[in-house]
């Protein structure tokens, strides 16, 4: 049974820092895809930042430079380092597992995900 669970959401002012974490359970976590996705009231979602098995990291435009993904593979966790946020950051951010596809797999794209956390929310003001 796969398990993911986000938390460090909150409200933050512009220029502020939060940091979001997930724990993972319930399967290989150190071979997954691990990514984090948001949405926005109103948009749809989209993807954040990715990271494959071999700590490779993608991360869309608008977060280069301001947010820093990585993973514990002791621990199943990942973390989302959020610095210099903008209320355009505001959001529901998710958690995401994709199973191996082939190796270095990497995607920022939902279809390459399978399992997902409830979310954690994320203002900036």
């Known amino acids: 049974h796969v398990q993911l669970v986000e938390s460090g959401g909150g409200s933050v002012q512009a220029g502020g820092s939060l940091r979001l974490s997930c724990a993972a359970s319930?399967?290989?976590?150190?071979?997954?895809?691990m990514g984090w996705f948001r949405q926005a009231p109103g948009k749809e979602r989209e993807g954040v930042a990715a990271?494959?098995?071999?700590?490779?990291?993608a991360y869309v435009d608008s977060v280069k430079g301001r947010f820093t993904l990585s993973r514990d593979n002791l621990k199943n966790s990942l973390y989302l380092q959020m610095n210099s946020l903008k209320p355009e950051d505001t959001a529901v951010y998710y958690c995401?597992?994709?199973?191996?596809?082939?190796?270095?797999?990497?995607?920022?794209?939902?279809?390459?995900?399978?399992?997902w956390g409830q979310g954690t929310q994320v203002t900036v003001s």
């Open positions: 995401a597992a994709g199973r191996p596809r082939r190796a270095g797999y990497l995607s920022l794209g939902e279809h390459a995900y399978d399992f």
């Open positions: 319930g399967y290989t976590y150190s071979s997954y895809c």
């Open positions: 990271i494959n098995d071999g700590g490779r990291t």
